[in-house]
């Protein structure tokens, strides 16, 4: 345990107001970098691309801070008629400055009081203070990411404090963490594990426009959204009593509480000039299961398990990301809605994200136009060894047409959904191939297959990504389907004649295996029969050159002639992406 000693100057002198000091990193629509306060970030909203964090989880928790105060300051939107008039209006964001300056003092970082995100006086039996490896989660306590700041980090100013405290309340791993005084948790001056942040365990989803102004308005929620239940009072920390040392435990109101959900309890160690030191415990412990009606910024799962344990149906957990899938591999749980995720249960196994079925809402009531393109961008955390540790962040994005979600038209989104299906079959018969060719040379199969695999989804990645991103333009969604089609047997039999060509003599000359009818010579060649034939099978008749496919959901005519984007610069008004904001990162 590393504990710093820590005795600095009086530190209720000092301050650094949120709401007037740059601490926020953006990155303007110009191609500049800088920080801005809380109040120029709402006031240069139309001119900011991006928000930029040390992390992309922490870029998510800003946000929903963001979120937090603009629900708050505009008291809404109460409806779609209320977004509506906001979205319209170019300073539709003004409200925010007065409200900043009345709840001025909550957003002071250093407070003797009331420190923004923090528990005054907080502190253990023996005073003991800690190093900010604690809240600095790219140097974490195990393996570091990228960072230069190995092995501790000694110092950070009072503008990257405060955007790791926002951090912490929302990604903080679990594990065994020293017992504050008045803690009634504490057994031997310790308190055992109570899970993580409120959002680690979420697989965070946000969507983005082409300026931070758009994308705060889109996933401004209105709180008359079928399916949003939001309690009255619902209201962000920063508008309830300070937090004592130990838990308050009570229910979640609605989104302004689990955006600034207070799941910690820290206070900054200061000499002054830099923060040197924090004092981290557990905050307010919030079961995730059922919280879907006031979460939106997560997909669901139905958990057939916590059912049978509970006694109750349905139960909906979070669903996280998988960090081996890339945000297109799951489009599926993105734009189906509940009808088609259902299939006839009783309940869906899945719920898209909320604030999906609020883009699906203003897309179907033209509100956004149906070639409207938005991101859906992917945020997690993966944690590992009983949640004490971060593995892995996971980050995407995902060009959208927002036709795709549009409620009465489902004609796009099942073709979308479709052509995923596609790209997994045709890729497990690259993998078959593979398997196949490590058989005939009498060699290990999975390791081969393995690998096929995750090169085929590496390969159809960034035409599927296109294909999606034109979709918004095409007249024909079936057709726009077979020529998917037809790029897939394309790449994918392309990748096939790579893995035959290096097969090598063993699995040319071909030995003898046993078979369901017996047993069969197989080499390269019976391989690679087999292989044409499942990739016929996998992506059907139109991906042959004027070919037509049987789309799942119906049959189309032939001879359709094959639609074009307009213009593949001209785009809606929201672009599909920026290159600065556009990156994936898997750490």
């Known amino acids: 345990m590393t504990v710093t000693e820590l005795s600095g100057p009086n530190e209720s002198q000092i301050s650094f107001d949120l709401t007037h000091r740059p601490w926020i990193g953006v990155l303007r629509t110009d191609g500049t970098q800088c920080e801005l306060s809380l109040r120029q970030v709402f006031a240069d909203a139309a001119e900011v691309r991006c928000l930029v964090g040390d992390l992309p989880?922490?870029?998510?928790?800003?946000?929903?801070?963001?979120?937090?105060?603009?629900?708050?300051?505009?008291?809404?939107?109460?409806?779609?008629?209320?977004?509506?008039?906001?979205?319209?209006?170019?300073?539709?964001?003004?409200?925010?400055?007065?409200?900043?300056?009345?709840?001025?003092?909550?957003?002071?970082?250093?407070?003797?009081?009331?420190?923004?995100?923090?528990?005054?006086?907080?502190?253990?039996?023996?005073?003991?203070?800690?190093?900010?490896?604690?809240?600095?989660?790219?140097?974490?306590?195990?393996?570091?990411?990228?960072?230069?700041?190995?092995?501790?980090?000694?110092?950070?100013?009072?503008?990257?404090?405060?955007?790791?405290?926002?951090?912490?309340?929302?990604?903080?791993?679990?594990?065994?963490?020293?017992?504050?005084?008045?803690?009634?948790?504490?057994?031997?001056?310790?308190?055992?594990?109570?899970?993580?942040?409120?959002?680690?365990?979420?697989?965070?989803?946000?969507?983005?426009?082409?300026?931070?102004?758009?994308?705060?308005?889109?996933?401004?929620?209105?709180?008359?959204?079928?399916?949003?239940?939001?309690?009255?009072?619902?209201?962000?920390?920063?508008?309830?009593?300070?937090?004592?040392?130990?838990?308050?435990?009570?229910?979640?109101?609605?989104?302004?509480?689990?955006?600034?959900?207070?799941?910690?309890r820290l206070r900054l160690h200061h000499d002054g000039a830099h923060v040197r030191g924090v004092v981290l415990g557990y905050g307010d412990p919030l079961p995730s299961r059922n919280m879907h009606p006031r979460e939106p910024l997560t997909a669901w799962r139905r958990s057939k398990a916590q059912e049978k344990k509970l006694g109750q149906s349905p139960v909906y957990l979070p669903r996280e990301h998988d960090p081996s899938r890339s945000a297109w591999r799951g489009l599926e749980a993105l734009v189906a809605d509940r009808a088609e995720l259902a299939q006839g249960q009783e309940a869906a196994a899945y719920l898209r994200p909320g604030v999906l079925e609020w883009i699906a809402r203003l897309v179907s009531e033209g509100l956004l136009h149906r070639n409207y393109l938005v991101r859906a961008r992917v945020v997690g955390a993966v944690y590992g060894t009983q949640q004490s540790v971060i593995d892995d962040i996971v980050e995407d994005r995902l060009a959208l047409p927002v036709v795709l979600l549009h409620r009465q038209d489902r004609t796009y989104a099942r073709q979308a959904i479709g052509a995923a299906e596609d790209a997994d079959r045709a890729v497990r018969a690259v993998g078959d191939l593979a398997a196949d060719l490590a058989r005939a040379a009498g060699s290990e199969q999975d390791g081969p297959q393995a690998a096929a695999r995750h090169t085929g989804f590496d390969v159809l990645e960034e035409p599927y990504r296109l294909w999606l991103a034109a979709m918004a333009e095409m007249a024909d969604p079936f057709a726009h389907r077979q020529a998917w089609q037809r790029e897939v047997r394309h790449l994918m039999a392309r990748l096939g004649d790579r893995l035959i060509e290096a097969a090598g003599d063993a699995a040319w000359r071909g030995r003898t295996v046993a078979d369901k009818k017996g047993t069969l010579w197989l080499s390269a060649g019976l391989a690679d029969t087999w292989f044409r034939g499942r990739l016929a099978r996998a992506l059907g008749d139109a991906a042959a050159p004027g070919g037509t496919a049987v789309p799942a959901d119906g049959t189309h005519p032939a001879g359709s002639p094959l639609p074009r984007p307009r213009d593949a610069a001209a785009g809606p008004p929201a672009t599909a992406a920026s290159d600065s904001c556009d990156t994936k990162v898997r750490v």
């Open 57 to 264: 989880t922490q870029e998510f928790a800003l946000m929903r801070l963001l979120l937090a105060i603009a629900h708050d300051a505009l008291d809404g939107p109460r409806d779609i008629g209320h977004w509506g008039d906001l979205y319209g209006d170019p300073g539709c964001f003004g409200p925010v400055a007065a409200y900043l300056d009345a709840h001025r003092e909550r957003f002071d970082l250093l407070h003797p009081q009331t420190p923004f995100f923090q528990t005054a006086g907080l502190r253990t039996a023996k005073d003991e203070v800690f190093a900010l490896n604690r809240i600095v989660a790219d140097v974490p306590n195990g393996e570091p990411f990228f960072t230069a700041r190995m092995p501790a980090v000694e110092r950070i100013g009072f503008a990257e404090a405060a955007r790791w405290v926002v951090h912490a309340h929302a990604y903080d791993t679990s594990g065994i963490k020293t017992g504050a005084v008045g803690d009634d948790r504490v057994k031997g001056g310790k308190v055992y594990p109570l899970g993580t942040g409120w959002a680690g365990g979420l697989g965070g989803i946000l969507v983005e426009g082409g300026t931070l102004r758009e994308t705060l308005l889109l996933n401004l929620v209105a709180a008359d959204t079928d399916g949003l239940d939001i309690a009255d009072g619902d209201r962000p920390a920063w508008r309830r009593e300070a937090c004592g040392g130990g838990s308050t435990p009570r229910s979640a109101t609605g989104p302004r509480d689990l955006y600034t959900w207070q799941s910690r």
